[in-house]
């Protein structure tokens, strides 16, 4: 009998922190796709916020570790870390289709960012090695108008969309709150809170 080919999927960012609306996506996917794992991929430099003040990868990786404690179907990968300069997905979904060329990459992204995705690096390498997964984070669903244009009807066949219950939360309103010394209960996971606020984290951002 044939062994079914691994079904991963591959969810970046910066996780700076990691919420539960992050956790809420990537279960979402998971049950919606069929996904036998889903990685957690913090970026080291992201091509779009390069400049930026970021959370060192260690104190991201914690978290993380915090967060996804107790699913086994979730995981961290490094990756990106480990490599120097920006993290572009071409890149990334290469370095795990070589280490992993049987298995069936999805990459996990909000719906949102479809208007920009033919502006990444590569975009049709990147459609080539995974299959798409476009969430709609409890938005209008997003358009392929402006994707179909720029990169043709085939590649927009390359994409799934998927939607999750709406729930407005973001990094930046979390730094935010840190910062201001406002509660994260219930906005991320306990240990994730308990964590930021033992490290002092965000704190002295401007």
Known sequence: MAV???RIG?????????????????ETCREVCGLDEVWFMPA??????????????????????????????FRISTLELERTGPSYT????????????????HLLIGA??????????????????????????????A??????????????????????PGIDISATSLRQ????GTSLRYLTPRPVQLYIEQQGLYRDER
């Open 90 to 105: 071409v890149e990334t979904l290469t370095q795990v289709h070589q280490q992993l060329p049987e298995a069936q990459l």
């Open 4 to 6: 079914e080919p691994m």
């Open 143 to 164: 358009s392929l108008e402006i994707f179909s244009a720029r990169l043709g009807a085939e590649a927009a066949s390359r994409v799934r969309r998927v939607d999750m």
């Open 177 to 180: 709150r840190a910062r201001e």
């Open 44 to 73: 080291a430099v992201p091509p779009h916020k390069q400049g930026l003040q970021i959370t060192p990868g260690k104190a991201r990786v914690e978290m993380l570790k915090f967060a996804l404690a107790g699913n086994s179907a």
């Open 112 to 141: 949102d960012t479809l208007d920009d995705f033919p502006n990444w690096r590569q975009p049709e390498g990147i459609l080539e090695l995974a299959q798409l997964v476009a969430v709609n984070r409890g938005r209008d669903p």
């Open 10 to 26: 591959i969810y970046g960012g910066t996780f700076d922190p990691v919420h539960l609306g992050h956790l809420i996506l990537a």
